[in-house]
């Protein structure tokens, strides 16, 4: 096993405002019932046997602390090494581009000065995949890379994943948003803590910058061994609305959830001590992401329940995202649309979205 340690920013926005990220941020947003956009990150690392994690913290930051603790449910609640919570920009990143901001770097040198990993792997919350970082690190120690990017030829267009021109193997040029076949960078690298050190000083005076972003518009990648390698596995980026929509949907395809998070590699999450999910005489359920604590006494088509549901008799939800602690009355209708935290859908109430324009209720304050 080659020493890593890892870091993982939280504390940028997304470029389409949605009720979802209001009041939490983007890293602390559920999905698929039981986890938080930041499991994948902080899994991804400790699947590979990484025992030190810094989280770069939003300002809104106190639904994702409570989720994460002292990193105890990934196995960071550590003597030496750990889950360090680290202050971050009080603006965060642009919306647009990379999420590596040189000004958080700077503000948190001490986690590469005070550890003796020879390597520093860098992650986001956004685009969620299984990436084999243990398989990954052999890779950048093997081939001498001063930096390894993750990356892959995008399945589709989108305006916020970080696109990267490269010729003759090393990367010349980037732009902010993808096309269909571009290559995108995942938001994943591994990069030796020495020169990320010695990055950090060359380019402090240039602290509003993403570090990728720094690196090719000075042309300073072009001094370095830089390594792209593809990932052809299940990504999801998510940076809106809609994009939280399908890859909520995508994994009710049983393939697309193993792929996600395989027996080898699972995903972690914050354990939750709550009775299996109870379906009533009568209820009828098909196709769905159900979670410990609901109660189903409705229909259920083709959705995903968070823990704490409740859809009483005659209620029907269809094609959609339910959080937590949401109840849906007696005869109610939900259909294409996201349920937020904490609503009651009165009686007979009906919430129709549609295909290409999903219905969003916010959160309710606690």
């Known amino acids: ?64 602390i409570d989720h994460v603790g002292s990193g105890k449910d990934w196995d960071l609640d550590r003597k030496e090494g750990g889950l360090f ?27 590469f000065e005070r550890n003796s990993e020879d390597y520093v792997v860098l992650s986001t919350c956004n685009i969620i995949f299984n990436a084999d970082v243990k398989s990954l690190l052999e890779k950048h120690v093997s081939s001498g890379a001063d930096l390894t990017l993750v990356t892959r030829k995008m399945a589709e267009a989108n305006p916020s994943v970080l696109g ?19 290559t995108g960078f995942l938001d994943l ?6 020169l990320l050190l010695k990055l950090v000083d060359t380019f402090s005076a240039m ?20 390594q792209c390698v593809n990932f052809d596995g299940y990504y999801a980026a998510i940076f809106d609305t809609d994009h939280y929509y399908r890859a909520s949907m995508d994994q009710l395809n049983p393939k697309v959830l193993a792929e996600l998070s395989p027996k080898e590699r699972f995903i972690k ?6 009775a299996p999910a109870k379906y009533e005489p009568g209820s009828h359920v098909t ?67 549609t295909n290409d324009d999903i219905l969003v209720l916010g959160k309710v304050s606690e």
Do not use: W
């Open 207 to 226: 602290e509003d910058k993403d570090l990728i972003c720094a690196l090719v518009e000075t042309g300073e990648v072009r001094h370095l061994n830089v």
């Open 269 to 274: 999450t914050k354990a939750h001590d709550n």
């Open 85 to 111: 919570v680290m202050p971050g920009s009080p603006f965060g990143t642009s919306r647009q581009g990379g999420r590596f901001l040189v000004r958080d770097l700077v503000l948190n040198r001490q986690l």
């Open 1 to 64: 096993m080659q020493k890593a340690l890892g870091l993982i920013t939280a504390n940028y926005g997304i470029a389409t405002p949605s009720v979802l990220v209001e009041n939490r941020p983007v890293a602390s947003l559920p999905f698929l019932g039981r986890f938080r956009l930041v499991d994948f990150p902080l899994s991804n690392m400790v699947n590979a046997g990484i025992r030190t994690v810094g989280l770069i913290m939003p300002p809104n930051y106190r639904s994702l």
């Open 164 to 182: 990267l021109t490269i010729e003759d193997g090393k990367v010349v040029g980037k732009k902010f948003g993808v096309d269909f076949g571009d």
């Open 189 to 194: 690298a591994i990069i030796n803590r020495e």
């Open 287 to 353: 196709n769905s992401l159900v979670a410990a604590g609901d109660r189903i006494y409705g229909s259920v088509t083709d959705s995903v329940l968070s823990r704490d549901v409740i859809v009483e008799t005659g209620a029907t939800v269809r094609n959609s995202i339910v959080m937590q602690g949401v109840v849906i009355r007696a005869g109610a209708l939900v259909t294409n649309a996201i349920i937020d935290r904490g609503n009651v859908i009165a009686p007979g109430t009906e919430l129709r979205g």
